[in-house]
């Protein structure tokens, strides 16, 4: 049961999200390219922290218009650097209401738990949905049937920002055929599909145990999204 105050608005939010239009409105960044010309640091997240209370596009952009004039920033940058934080985000709560959507699964009780967004059944996770990373050594038809090499290279490589630990994590990885992976993140049906697929067909004994260390042996395991 929630019993944290700030978890009960937070599941609120969460279960009121209205996924079709988060899915219309992340859809309207596909029309510029995915890039980053600013090193993600502290001081800019905090510069473009409103994009957590801003879903709509139109008025995203007035805010960073705002904060281009404020700060004194260079336009471009900012706006990439604000715009690709936006749509990971809001991808990421449109994922973690459908995970939310489902009687197996139990929001995290505390909101500020970085290692905890939900638990399947009983086993806690944190979820982090990732483009098919360049930097494997193998491409993705290997990736899928040597499942537990890559859940070793993304907790191997994964940001130093924020999020890193060594706890309990699932993986949604897209793929795009035509290598544009990171619009997928838009695809909230699409995702929904998958996901729902998983949770109703969870198997504890199916998750892989990755061997840091004695005291450091996360479950893992990875939700293919194709297109």
Not at 28 to 35: I, S
Not at 69 to 91: C, D, G, T, V
Not at 148 to 157: A, G, I
């Amino acid at each position: 049961m929630v019993t944290s105050i700030d978890a009960i608005f937070r599941l609120v939010f969460i279960m009121n999200i209205n996924l079709s239009n988060i899915e219309t409105q992340l859809k309207k960044r596909w029309k510029y390219n995915y890039k980053w010309l600013q090193k993600q640091n502290n001081l800019w997240d905090n510069y473009t922290n409103f994009i957590y209370l801003i879903s709509d596009w139109d008025c995203l952009v007035e805010a960073i218009a705002r904060l281009v004039q404020e700060k004194k920033l260079p336009k471009e940058a900012a706006f990439y650097y604000a715009i690709n934080r936006w749509y990971n985000y809001w991808s990421s709560v449109a994922v973690e209401h459908i995970f939310c959507s489902h009687p197996q699964v139990e929001p995290a009780k505390n909101e500020k738990d970085k290692e905890v967004d939900f638990s399947i059944s009983g086993i806690p996770f944190d979820h982090k949905t990732s483009v098919f990373p360049k930097g494997f050594e193998n491409d993705f038809a290997f990736a899928k049937a040597h499942k537990e090499q890559l859940l070793y290279w993304l907790y191997n490589h994964q940001s130093q920002q924020g999020r890193k630990h060594l706890a309990n994590r699932l993986f949604i990885i897209v793929h795009n055929k035509n290598g544009n992976h990171w619009k997928l993140k838009a695809e909230i049906s699409l995702l929904q599909q998958a996901i729902s697929n998983y949770v109703t067909t969870f198997e504890p004994g199916h998750l892989t145990k990755l061997n840091f260390s004695e005291i450091n042996q996360p479950l893992s395991d990875i939700i293919w999204v194709t297109q």
